[in-house]
C-alpha cells in the first residue's frame, strides 16, 4: 500500500513538473508581445522628447532699381525659414516663405505705390504669385518651397549644404529637380542658419511648428531735403503649439530693410549692405538708450515670446493693449514696454497655419 502511495505521489510531482514545463512556454510565447509593448512605449517616450527650434531670415536689397522711363524701384526680397530640430542635428521639420515687397518711385522723388499696401508673403500670395504658368513641371513658387522644405526633412545642415546646385543656383538631384525648379542658393543658406540658430525654447517633438510674416511698407517716405525711404518693415515668429492648442515654444523677430533715393530718382543705398534683423543687430540697434527698462529690442521680443508660452492662441490674442498697441498687463510690462500689437498678429498666424 505504501508502495502504491508513493507511486502515485511521484506520478503526481511529474505532472506538476510537466504542467510548470507548459506555463514556462506560456510565458515564453507571451514574451514577444510583452517586447511589442515595451518599444511602443519606447516609441511614446521618443515621441514626447524635446527638439530645437530655429528661424532664419535672409534678405537682399539687390534688385532695387534707379528711375527708369519715369519708375523707380526699392525692392526687399527676404526668404525665411522655420525649423524644428532633434538631438542629433536632424531636421524634424521646416517651413519655407519669402517676402517680396515693391516701392516705386518717380524721376521726383515721389513714392508711388500706396502707403497702405498689404503685402503678402509667397505662401499667402500661392497660385496668385503667378510662378505656375510659367513653370517647366507646373508647380507654384509655393509647392516647390513646400517640396524643398520636405526633402531637407531627416537631413542635418551639413548634408542641406551639400545639396548640388548649378551656377544659377538651381538644383542638380534628379529626385529633387522632379519636384523644384527654382533657385534654392537662398533656401540652402536658410536652413543652414535657421539649424544654427536653433534653440531648445521647450518644443516637443509632435508639436506642431507654425511661420507668421507680417510686412508693412507704411513707414516710406518721399524725398525732399534729404533722402526718400522705401521701408519694408517685417515681423517674424515660429511657434510651436501641443495637441491641446497650448503654445510650447516662440521665437519672434524683425527687420526694418531700408532702401534710400534721391529726389532725382537715383538709388543711393548700398545694394550689397548686409541685412540683418532686429535679433541679429541687437544691441546695435540702439533702443536700449530710450528704453524706460534698460532693454534692447531683442530682449523684449524674447520676453513677450516666453510670456506667451503656455497659452492659447484665444489667451494671446485676449492679451490687453491700450490705443497704442502696448501691453497694460504689468507682469508683461515689467519686461515689455514695445508695441505688441504686431507680436499678437504674427502668432496668430503662425499657430493658425502650423503644420
Not at 509667397?122 to 507646373?138: C, V
Not at 531735403?225 to 510651436?240: P, R, W
Given at each position: 500500500?505504501?508502495?502504491a ?7 503526481a510531482l511529474?505532472a ?6 507548459g506555463?514556462?512556454?506560456t ?5 514577444p508581445?510583452s517586447q ?14 524635446t ?12 534688385k532695387?532699381?534707379?528711375v ?38 518717380s ?9 497702405d499696401?498689404v503685402?503678402?508673403s509667397?505662401q499667402e ?5 503667378g ?10 513658387w ?13 537631413k ?6 551639400g545639396i548640388a546646385v548649378?551656377?544659377?543656383?538651381k538644383?542638380?538631384?534628379k529626385?529633387?529637380?522632379a519636384?523644384v ?5 537662398d ?16 518644443a516637443?517633438?509632435?508639436?506642431k ?8 511698407i ?6 525732399g ?22 503654445i510650447?515654444?516662440c521665437?519672434i523677430?524683425?527687420s ?13 543705398s548700398?545694394l550689397?549692405?548686409e541685412?540683418?534683423t532686429?535679433n541679429?543687430?541687437?544691441d ?14 531683442n ?12 497659452k492659447t492662441?484665444?489667451e ?8 497704442e498697441?502696448k ?11 514695445v ?11 503662425a499657430v493658425?497655419?502650423a503644420?
Amino acid at each position: 500500500m505504501k508502495k502504491a502511495l508513493a507511486v502515485f505521489l511521484a506520478a503526481a510531482l511529474t505532472a506538476v513538473s510537466f504542467a510548470g514545463c507548459g506555463s514556462s512556454t506560456t510565458a515564453s510565447s507571451a514574451a514577444p508581445a510583452s517586447q511589442a509593448a515595451s518599444s511602443k512605449a519606447a516609441e511614446s517616450a521618443a515621441a514626447t522628447g524635446t527638439l530645437k527650434t530655429g528661424l532664419a531670415v535672409i534678405t537682399s536689397i539687390a534688385k532695387s532699381t534707379d528711375v527708369k522711363d519715369g519708375k523707380g524701384l526699392a525692392e526687399a526680397d527676404s526668404t525665411v525659414v522655420a525649423v524644428a530640430v532633434d538631438k542629433d542635428g536632424k531636421i524634424v521639420k521646416c517651413l519655407i516663405d519669402a517676402v517680396q515687397s515693391k516701392v516705386n518711385f518717380s524721376d521726383a522723388g515721389k513714392i508711388t505705390t500706396p502707403l497702405d499696401t498689404v503685402v503678402k508673403s509667397k505662401q499667402e500670395l500661392g497660385a496668385e504669385y503667378g510662378l505656375g504658368k510659367a513653370s517647366g513641371i507646373k508647380k507654384e513658387w509655393n509647392e516647390q518651397a513646400d517640396a524643398f522644405a520636405s526633402y531637407v526633412v531627416g537631413k542635418t545642415a551639413d548634408e542641406v549644404k551639400g545639396i548640388a546646385v548649378d551656377a544659377e543656383g538651381k538644383a542638380t538631384d534628379k529626385e529633387l529637380t522632379a519636384s523644384v525648379t527654382i533657385h534654392v542658393g537662398d533656401f540652402i543658406a536658410g536652413v543652414e542658419k535657421a539649424v544654427a540658430n536653433a534653440a531648445d525654447n521647450g518644443a516637443k517633438a509632435d508639436d506642431k511648428l507654425g511661420l507668421g510674416i507680417q510686412t508693412s511698407i507704411s513707414g516710406s517716405k518721399d524725398a525732399g531735403d534729404k533722402d526718400g525711404l522705401a521701408q519694408a518693415y517685417s515681423y517674424y515668429t515660429v511657434t510651436t503649439t501641443g495637441a491641446d492648442g497650448k503654445i510650447t515654444s516662440c521665437i519672434i523677430d524683425a527687420s526694418q530693410t531700408n532702401v534710400n533715393f534721391s529726389k532725382a530718382g537715383k538709388i543711393t543705398s548700398d545694394l550689397k549692405a548686409e541685412q540683418k534683423t532686429k535679433n541679429e543687430l541687437g544691441d546695435a540697434y540702439g533702443m536700449k538708450k530710450a528704453s524706460k527698462i534698460g532693454k534692447e529690442w531683442n530682449e523684449e521680443a524674447a520676453s513677450f515670446a516666453k510670456y506667451v508660452v503656455g497659452k492659447t492662441l484665444d489667451e494671446v490674442k485676449g492679451i490687453a493693449v491700450d490705443s497704442e498697441g502696448k501691453a497694460t498687463d504689468k507682469e508683461l510690462t515689467a519686461s515689455v514696454t514695445v508695441h505688441v500689437g504686431d507680436f499678437i498678429k504674427i502668432i496668430d498666424e503662425a499657430v493658425s497655419s502650423a503644420k
